[in-house]
């Protein structure tokens, strides 16, 4: 990792260390040691229409590692109080979104896959998916 920005406390963008030569770049993610949390699950999102934004939820425990392995997309992101956002824009880009941050996904460019890795299997009853909730939860 060589810099990170803390957008809120529990989300985070980091930069990852691209190993870099003559014939490319190769990023690598461990977990316990780039990616702070075990991974349970991967998931990816491709094909979206630049007019489509996702996400506009919160998870209650869960941790994602979200990176656009190719394009890019702006992640909108509250804690409950304020709004920030974050451009993910290079492979090399990672936002870890903790538990209790509301996030949606907006501007994907044509052929952009969002990968992202979480620490635990899908469950429903992790998110909150209304912002009027979310925000007395986060009070
Ligand atoms: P959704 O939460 O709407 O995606 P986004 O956060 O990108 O807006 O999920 C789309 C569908 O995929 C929904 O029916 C739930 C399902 N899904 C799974 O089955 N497993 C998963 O790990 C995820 C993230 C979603």
Same mark, same amino acid.
Request: one cysteine or more; aromatic letters at 10%.
């Given at each position: 990792? /060589?810099?990170? *920005?803390? /957008?809120?406390?529990?989300? *985070?963008?980091?930069?990852?260390? $691209? /190993? $870099?030569?003559? !014939?490319?770049? +190769?990023?690598?993610?461990?977990?316990?040691?780039? %990616?702070?949390?075990? =991974?349970?699950?991967?998931?990816?999102?491709?094909?979206?229409?630049?007019? #489509?934004?996702?996400?506009?939820? $919160?998870?209650?425990? +869960?941790?994602?590692?979200? %990176?656009?392995?190719?394009?890019?997309?702006?992640?909108?992101? #509250?804690?409950?109080?304020?709004? &920030?956002?974050?451009?993910?824009? #290079?492979? @090399?880009?990672?936002?870890?979104?903790?538990?209790? /941050?509301?996030?949606?996904?907006?501007?994907?460019?044509?052929? *952009?896959? +969002?990968?992202?890795?979480? #620490?635990?299997?899908? @469950?429903?009853?992790?998110? =909150? !998916?209304?912002?009027? @909730?979310?925000?007395? +939860?986060? &009070?």
């Amino acid at each position: 990792m /060589i810099a990170d *920005t803390e /957008i809120f406390p529990g989300c *985070t963008l980091v930069r990852h260390r $691209a /190993i $870099a030569d003559a !014939r490319g770049a +190769l990023v690598a993610l461990e977990a316990g040691r780039e %990616v702070p949390f075990g =991974i349970a699950r991967a998931y990816w999102v491709y094909g979206v229409d630049p007019a #489509s934004p996702r996400g506009f939820h $919160a998870h209650r425990a +869960l941790h994602q590692w979200a %990176v656009c392995v190719a394009g890019s997309c702006r992640m909108r992101l #509250s804690d409950g109080h304020e709004w &920030r956002e974050a451009v993910l824009d #290079s492979p @090399d880009l990672a936002l870890h979104i903790g538990p209790m /941050i509301w996030h949606e996904m907006h501007d994907f460019a044509p052929g *952009t896959v +969002l990968l992202v890795l979480a #620490s635990a299997p899908y @469950d429903e009853a992790d998110y =909150i !998916r209304d912002f009027s @909730d979310f925000e007395a +939860l986060a &009070r």
